[in-house]
Nanobody, 116 residues
């Protein structure tokens, strides 16, 4: 059974930083490394939206709101994808979800709250 577990969320002041992690279990490293991974977020009352994706070869794609502040990366030896978030702002407050694109599987989410 494929499972995604996020961690690293929390409460931070505006201008602060957080690093989210997502560990994928139930698949081999060979499977993980060839698959695209993504981070999405959902704020109260809003639809879930793309934050960033990373392809198997390392190519990345960012939402306009994330460009220049967030960095997505992956460690294929640890079946883990990361989201480094800098200069966080109150509008970044949301539940952040990891997404295993090919399998269409979501993690349970981790709350990020940014205070002004």
């Amino acid at each position: 059974q494929v499972r995604l577990v996020e961690s690293g969320g929390g409460l931070v002041q505006a201008g602060g930083s957080l690093r989210l992690s997502c560990v994928v279990s139930g698949v081999s490293g060979d499977i993980f490394r060839i698959n695209e991974m993504g981070w999405y977020r959902q704020a109260p009352g809003n639809q879930r939206e793309l934050v960033a994706t990373i392809a198997s070869g390392g190519n990345t794609n960012y939402a306009a709101s994330a460009k220049g502040r967030f960095t997505i990366s992956r460690n294929n030896f640890k079946n883990t994808v990361y989201l480094e978030m800098n200069n966080l702002q109150p509008e970044d407050t949301a539940v952040y979800y990891c997404y295993f694109v090919t399998y269409g599987i979501w993690g349970q989410g981790t709350q990020v709250t940014v205070s002004s």
